[in-house]
């Protein structure tokens, strides 16, 4: 299995403030054939089913403020929150893509306001 | 509007089944991969399961052998039958499609709102 591991657990920032969240893979998600990265980013508020935000590890989904951006390659991927909103207070989730033997999660990233 | 609702949760004894379904609605249903992800209480999300477009299906092997997904696309519909359940298995249960219709892995873009499982004497 493709072990995804999320860090920090959480982390409290103020409002306006740049958050950081990294995810590393136990092994490549990197597809050399087409030199894309199979990791997503999802983001889930309290009481609501996770939403995409990033796919292909730095690709905005749709209607996705640009305060969000994903970054990295290979085994080692960042999210950032360029300056934390109110409604960003969530828990974000990376996922890898590369193998359906098994679809893994990291274990997720508490964000709050400090 | 692309919307997925799940039904069928609920509460089960240890050893019993249920079986969830998922009615999309809003796009082409025959045409994506579909998945099922629950989540337990307070923690992180889990994959269950997947069908593709064309029928084939996959697992992890925390479920394998228990779990069958299956779909119905001339009613737009995604099944999961649940057999053996066991009190891990409890969670809400999400049905999520994937981004786009192509072959080949994608990034989950439609969630539904969920169905809690109960497992529990």
């Known amino acids: 299995d493709i072990v995804m591991t999320q860090s920090p657990d959480s982390l409290a920032v103020s409002l306006g403030e740049r958050a950081t969240i990294n995810c590393k893979s136990s092994q490549s998600v990197l597809y050399s054939s087409n030199n894309k990265n199979y990791l997503a980013w999802y983001q889930q508020r309290p009481g609501q089913p996770p939403k995409l935000l990033i796919y292909w590890a730095s690709t905005r989904e749709s209607g996705v403020p640009d305060r969000f951006s994903g970054s990295g390659s290979g085994t080692d991927f960042t999210l950032t929150i360029s300056s934390l909103q109110a409604e960003d207070v969530a828990v974000y989730y990376c996922?890898?893509?590369?193998?359906?033997?098994?679809?893994?999660f990291g274990g997720g990233t508490k964000v709050e306001i400090k | 509007e692309v919307q997925l609702v799940e039904a069928g949760g609920g509460l089960v004894q240890p050893g019993g089944s249920l079986r969830l379904s998922c009615a999309a609605s809003g796009f082409t249903f025959s045409r994506y991969d579909m998945h099922w992800v629950r989540q337990a209480t307070g923690k992180g999300l889990e994959w269950v399961s997947a069908i593709g477009a064309g029928g084939d299906t996959y697992y992890p092997g925390s479920v394998k052998g228990r779990f069958t997904i299956s779909r119905e696309n001339a009613k737009n519909s995604l099944y999961l039958q649940m057999n053996s359940l066991r009190a891990g298995d409890t969670a809400v249960y999400y049905c999520?499609?994937?981004?786009?219709?192509?072959?080949?892995?994608?990034?989950?873009?439609?969630w539904g709102q969920g169905t809690m499982v109960t497992v529990s004497s």
């Open positions: 996922q890898q893509y590369y193998t359906i033997s098994p679809l893994t």
């Open positions: 999520v499609r994937e981004r786009i219709e192509t072959v080949g892995l994608d990034a989950f873009d439609i």
